[in-house]
């Protein structure tokens, strides 16, 4: 079965770090763009990075970029989300999810895990 | 950056009722547009792609449309089950952002 599931989120204190976990089952990640997808309590859907099929490319969004790291072990078949310097707003519910390349759309999604930033 | 609008923010329907949600890109986007479907404490899925195309397994009452800037979400026959909050996505470049999000709520 095809399935992505994430762990790795906790509670940290402003300027903390969290290093999360995505790790794909039924399907190789070497062969597909991976995402972290993000969710605020109570708000919308916030794109936050992807890493390329071949790890070549790695792209952020505006409001990470230079904070967080996208990275992968295809030995592993599992993705990671490294986060530093976080602050109250990056407190969401953190998705992984697998594009349908060369289509960027979400097509597995995780349960996703929480990171709660507060003081 | 392109911005995604959706309208509106909130809409109460009935069962029975055809529902349509709007989405406008602040510039063009051709067709590449996916909408999608979070119900509370679940992860989105994907309802169509490609501006009209319907994924596989999604009832036919769930239609796209639209190119460019302006795109809509049709749900004909609003179930039970359709009660939700809808998000359209953009894919013709990164950053790849979605829609503030349309909240259906029964009437």
């Known amino acids: 079965q095809v399935q992505v599931e994430e762990s790795g989120g906790g509670v940290v204190q402003p300027g903390g770090s969290l290093r999360l976990s995505c790790a794909a089952s039924?399907?190789?990640?070497?062969?597909?763009?991976m995402h972290w997808v993000r969710q605020a309590p109570g708000k919308g859907l916030e794109w936050v990075a992807v890493?390329?099929?071949?790890?070549?490319?790695?792209v952020y969004g505006d409001s990470v970029r230079g904070r967080f790291t996208i990275s992968k072990d295809n030995s592993k078949n599992t993705v990671f989300l490294q986060m530093n310097n976080l602050a109250v707003e990056d407190t969401a519910l953190y998705y992984c999810?697998?594009?349908?390349?060369?289509?960027?759309?979400?097509?597995?999604w995780g349960r996703g895990t929480p990171v709660s930033v507060s003081s | 950056d392109i911005q995604l609008t959706q309208t509106p923010s909130t809409l109460s329907a009935s069962v029975g009722d055809r529902v349509i949600i709007t989405c406008r890109a602040s510039?063009?986007?051709?067709?590449?547009l996916a909408w999608y479907q979070q119900k509370p404490g679940k992860a989105p899925k994907l309802l169509v792609h490609?501006?009209?195309s319907l994924e596989s397994g999604v009832p036919f009452r769930f239609s796209g449309s639209g190119s460019g800037t302006e795109f809509t979400l049709t749900i004909s026959d609003l179930q039970p089950d359709d009660f939700a909050t809808y998000y359209c996505?953009?894919?013709?470049?990164?950053?790849?952002?979605f829609g503030q999000g349309t909240r259906t709520d029964i009437k």
């Open positions: 996505q953009q894919y013709v470049s990164y950053p790849y952002t």
């Open positions: 999810a697998r594009d349908r390349s060369p289509d960027i759309i979400f097509l597995v």
């Open positions: 510039q063009s986007i051709s067709k590449w």
């Open positions: 890493i390329s099929y071949d790890g070549s490319q790695k």
């Open positions: 039924g399907f190789r990640i070497r062969h597909y763009g």
């Open positions: 490609k501006a009209s």
